[in-house]
């Protein structure tokens, strides 16, 4: 009976010293043999840093790097770099889409996307007849892009416009990335390319 007691009480005793030691692993690592191993020490980004010759902390990307949501185009990112004022909005037609092949799976992304990003204001038939318009919340009609003034508009400025925002419409930059906002535009001007056809063969018709 007594060695019984004696043979609890020691189980006892481990049980809690083992459960002592697993609590106080929680709080307490233990001794890092070479801290620096675990903790790399931090720079503040415009902090003097002696490791390199110029002394600055915050370093130019890798050459090649390509930014995040961005594509490559003859290995240079997609060559749109205006800033947002009238005078670049007045050059951005100059720009034109950068994507290398524009092929039937670029323009059924860009419906997809146009359907759920732009459909709402300017229809899912392009007329500027989208359900908010229709439903009289919106005090101006939307772009309807069968019109001449847009089926003339230059790929850029469109660009320009959806990456900055124009009039009522605020900028989509952060919903699609550089390559969606070719997308969509690539699609927007292969319908208004039919527009054009028809209207070039109604042209030849009349003149016969």
Not at 165 to 191: C, D, F, P, T
Request: with cysteine; net charge positive; glycine share 8%.
């Amino acid at each position: 009976m007594r060695k019984q007691y004696l043979l609890i009480g020691l189980s006892a005793g481990m049980l809690s010293l083992a459960l002592f030691a697993c609590h106080a692993g929680r709080n307490n690592p233990g001794r890092i043999y070479a801290p620096d191993m675990y903790y790399s020490r931090a720079y503040n980004s415009y902090s003097v840093n002696l490791v390199y010759p110029d002394s600055m902390s915050s370093r130019p990307p890798v050459p090649g790097t390509v930014p995040r949501g961005h594509t490559v185009n003859a290995h240079e990112l997609l060559p749109f770099n205006l800033p947002q004022s009238d005078s670049a909005y007045a050059v951005s037609g100059q720009v034109k889409n950068p994507l290398p092949v524009i092929t039937q799976a670029t323009l059924e992304e860009g419906q997809r996307l146009f359907n759920i990003y732009c459909a709402i204001c300017h229809g899912e038939q392009l007329d500027g007849q989208g359900p908010l318009y229709k439903s009289g919340k919106f005090p101006v009609q939307p772009a309807n892009f069968h019109l001449p003034q847009y089926l003339k508009m230059p790929e850029g400025t469109m660009f320009y416009s959806v990456t900055y925002g124009k009039n009522l419409m605020g900028s989509y930059a952060s919903q699609l990335s550089e390559r969606q906002r070719w997308e969509v535009i690539a699609y927007i001007k292969s319908v208004q390319a039919k527009d054009l056809a028809k209207g070039a063969d109604s042209t030849a018709v009349a003149k016969k």
